[in-house]
């Protein structure tokens, strides 16, 4: 379904100015976010372990599989440390997976699953089902001039955001048309779909805005 495209974006910033954004490395397409946050401006960081994510500015937290992710997160001893960099302040931008393990409550998962509770909202676990259902479509996205082209893996949606959460894009059309699938609050940003896998860096920036105004 999706074509690789060729990543167009400004020409990184300095060293000196670069914000150093890690990618958790855990599991997921890791690959992706580390190219899209070099061509924003950004330094990005392999994060693995504890003295990773203690030198970055900002967490990047990839698609992938969550449970799976969150059980790793256990495993390397990020998990508290990470919650803990959430509720201090520190930026976040979850896509897919990320967006599930960024929520403050998850549905249709594993009871043993972990999430890090980065965003006040509720949100379901391959809410548009498997990924034979994995489809593509144009979505006006708040902060961005023209729509942006989502692909949706296997994607979440919101069924619930706090009165602290700001609804970036829902569904436009179709049977799942009003569902929530890109929200922030605060510093935290979360997508449900992959913005990594189009070429179309908007949110990257927007993102890499965000840590630097943090």
């Known amino acids: 379904m999706v074509q690789e495209s060729v990543i167009t974006a400004p020409a990184p910033g300095s060293a000196a100015t670069a914000p150093r954004i890690g990618v958790l490395a855990l599991q997921g397409d890791v690959r992706e976010h580390f190219a899209a946050l070099e061509h924003c401006g950004a330094e990005p ?37 990470l919650r803990a960099r959430l509720r201090a302040g520190m930026p976040a931008f979850g896509s897919c997976a990320g967006m599930i393990l960024l929520a403050s409550e998850v549905l249709d998962t594993r009871p043993d699953a972990q999430h890090l509770s980065g965003i006040d909202m509720t949100v379901r676990r391959n809410a548009f089902g498997r990924q034979v259902d994995s489809f593509e479509t144009d979505l006006d996205f708040t902060g961005l001039d023209d729509p942006i082209r989502a692909v949706f893996i296997r994607a979440p949606w919101a069924e619930r955001t706090g009165p602290g959460v700001e609804v970036l894009a829902t569904v436009p059309s179709g049977p799942f048309a009003g569902r929530v699938v890109a929200a922030r609050q605060g510093a935290v940003l979360a997508t449900s779909f992959h913005p990594e896998v189009t070429g179309d860096l908007r949110v990257h920036e927007l993102f890499v805005d965000m840590v630097r105004a943090a």
């Open 45 to 81: 960081v392999g994060v693995r372990r504890l003295a990773e994510l203690e030198s970055v500015d900002a967490l990047v937290l990839p698609g992938g599989e969550s449970t799976a992710i969150s059980k790793l997160l256990e495993v390397f001893e990020l998990l508290e440390p």
